[in-house]
Each structure stands twice: as C-alpha cells, then as structure tokens.
C-alpha cells in the first residue's frame, strides 16, 4: 500500500527526493514518516509529519540537512534530504499510521540510498 521510490546513488554534499505514495486507502488523517535501516545496523528514525503538515519531526542527524513534506491530495509524503553523507547511506522506508511513538502500522517497500565520500 506504501510505495516508496527516488533511492539512488549520489556523491557527498549531493540530493535526492524520496517520493512514497499511497494506494488502497487515504492516510490525509495519520501521521508519514520515513525511518531508514543501515547495513549492520537497527532500523531508526527519521522524520515524521503530522496530517495537516502542522508538525514536523527529525533525528538530529538529519536536522537541517533534510525535509519532509506530504500532499494529501495526492495521498504521498516525500523527503528532500541535501548535503547527503556517507552516514545516510541506508534502506530508507515510509510509514504511515502511527499506533504509538516509533510504532506504525503500514511500512512500504524500502528504497536504498547509497552516498559515495
């Protein structure tokens, strides 16, 4: 139901923008987000937005250097991230429908990012 796309690969200090779009039902009233999952390492947090776009939230890793957005109209949330780092080479994921804190009910597919130093 979640479809994320717009991973690649890209060298330090360079962009991309995570696109993730929803089918089979409207998310206009939950919480989106993205977390993301490096090799070795424990799927953590990565920003989160809540349904009218009011709040915003973000790891202190990705402060400053990412945002996130959403368009309900079009049943999507996206993430600019800029001034990427080899560090935020991962398997980034949306989610939608916060039960509680880190905790969501959908995920979607993963799409992998891979920043070159």
């Known amino acids: 139901q979640l479809q994320a796309s717009g991973g690649g690969l890209v060298q330090a200090g360079g962009s991309l923008r995570l696109s993730c779009t929803a089918s089979?039902?409207?998310?206009?009233?939950?919480?989106m987000g993205w977390f993301r999952q490096a090799p070795g390492k424990e799927r953590e947090f990565v920003a989160t937005?809540?349904?009218?776009?009011?709040?915003?939230a973000y790891a202190d890793s990705v402060k400053g250097r990412f945002t996130i957005s959403r368009d309900n109209a079009k049943n999507a949330v996206y993430l600019q991230m800029n001034s990427l780092k080899p560090e935020d080479t991962a398997v980034y994921y949306c989610?939608?429908?916060?039960?509680?804190?880190?905790?969501?009910?959908?995920w979607g597919q993963g799409t992998q990012v891979t920043v070159s130093s």
């Open positions: 089979g039902r409207t998310f206009s009233g939950s919480v």
């Open positions: 937005v809540t349904w009218n776009s009011g709040i915003t």
């Open positions: 989610v939608a429908d916060r039960l509680r804190g880190n905790s969501f009910r959908y």
